[in-house]
């Protein structure tokens, strides 16, 4: 019986209609990021696939500069959408703080961020001050008009004139009309480059490619029980000193060469994430390398002691034809098979 490679107590079943325990189709690199139907594993239950979708993914994919790629080659996640950038902004003309919202499809968006400043003037009374776009301040004075009803309060213009109405608010109003704006010298309003988030992030990717690749054996043994625990929460779970590798914004060269990385591959913001082939004495290695190194992190790091299946060169056991990664083009969602054979025949370049 397979069992789900994130939650290996649960047996996975082929029930329909689904349930928890249902197989469900779950993209290796994440849908969100241009994962592939070509790269993906059945061997995950519903539930493990929609909470770590949740905990995982969603967070992973909003991350910097992630989100910049995904706004530029316009990735649809699962919901169909693609987020849009948001700035911090001021008002070039009085200072007013502001959101800039960049959309996927052009619109650029200023919108100014809604104020409320309350004083205090004597015992009961205070001065009230709103700003922010007409919308967002006509919601703010109806829901105050409407508990001033419920409380038996007045309001009162500055000149003491009462204020009951909408409209003897509204001639309150001082229009002011915004239509310049500075970023602020702050990251959009995206997550930081969080090394928690990232680290969950590749570890899943991985889990799937080692999966994949070397099969239940190394899923369900020690390497992959140790990359599972990275998928925790708690980072006192993640086994730190058992798993050792690298993190650049470069991969080293012979890296490149053998996985067949090229500067096409960075013009198509290509993903690559393979297992290099180990000898007697390395262990294998996990290459995970996400839009072409454009500006993202790349990994490299081991997933376990040398296994004998997987020798090269000067192995004749295993099918030339085998995949050990795969490269995949995000903007069309195709996946080309990383083989040992192409692997070989790089390794003398």
Same mark, same amino acid.
């Given at each position: ?5 994130? *939650? ?8 329909? /209609? ?37 905990? &995982? ?16 080659? %316009? ?17 070039? %003309? ?18 100014? %961020?809604?104020? *409320?400043?309350?004083?205090? &003037? ?10 922010? !776009?007409?919308?967002? *301040? ?15 309060? %007045? =309001? ?19 229009? *002011? ?15 930081? =480059? ?13 889990? !799937? ?6 099969? /239940? ?27 050792? !590798? ?104």
């Amino acid at each position: 019986m397979a069992h789900c490679i994130y *939650v290996p107590e649960r047996e996975l079943n082929e029930d329909s /209609p689904p349930n928890e325990r249902t197989r469900s189709v779950e993209h290796i690199v994440p849908w969100a990021l241009g994962g592939s139907n070509g790269c993906a594993t059945n061997d995950v239950s519903t539930k493990a696939n929609n909470d770590l979708g949740s905990e &995982i993914d969603a967070p992973f994919s909003n991350l910097l500069p992630i989100a910049f790629h995904r706004h530029a080659l %316009k990735l649809e996640g699962q919901s169909g959408a693609i987020p849009p950038v948001v700035f911090d902004a001021v008002a070039t %003309k009085n200072g007013t703080p502001a959101e800039v919202t960049f959309h996927a499809d052009g619109r650029v968006e200023f919108v100014p %961020k809604l104020r *409320v400043d309350r004083n205090p &003037i004597v015992a009961g009374a205070e001065k009230l001050s709103l700003g922010g !776009g007409r919308v967002d *301040v006509e919601r703010v004075l109806k829901g105050m008009r409407e508990k001033a009803e419920r409380t038996g309060k %007045k =309001f009162h213009a500055i000149t003491g004139e009462p204020l009951g109405s909408a409209a003897d608010f509204e001639a309150q109003y001082e229009m *002011v009309e915004l239509d310049q704006f500075k970023l602020l010298d702050v990251l959009p309003r995206f997550p930081e =480059f969080n090394q928690k988030v990232w680290a969950r992030g590749i570890m899943k990717i991985a889990l !799937g490619v080692g999966h994949k690749v070397l099969g /239940p054996e190394w899923t369900f043994g020690e390497w992959g029980g140790l990359l599972r625990r990275c998928l925790s929460d708690d980072e006192s779970q993640w086994p730190k000193r058992q798993l050792r !590798g690298r993190l650049s914004c470069k991969l080293p060269g012979q890296i490149s060469t053998i996985l067949g990385m090229t500067p096409a591959s960075t013009d198509n913001y290509e993903h690559v994430v393979a297992i290099l082939p180990a000898d007697n004495l390395k262990p294998l290695m996990m290459v995970v390398s996400l839009f072409g190194a454009r500006s993202v992190p790349q990994a490299v790091f081991g997933i376990g002691p040398p296994v004998a299946a997987l020798r090269v060169p000067g192995n004749d056991t295993l099918p030339a034809r085998l995949p050990l990664g795969w490269r995949i083009r995000p903007s069309i969602r195709t996946a080309e098979p990383i083989t040992v054979e192409e692997m070989v025949a790089r390794t003398s370049l």
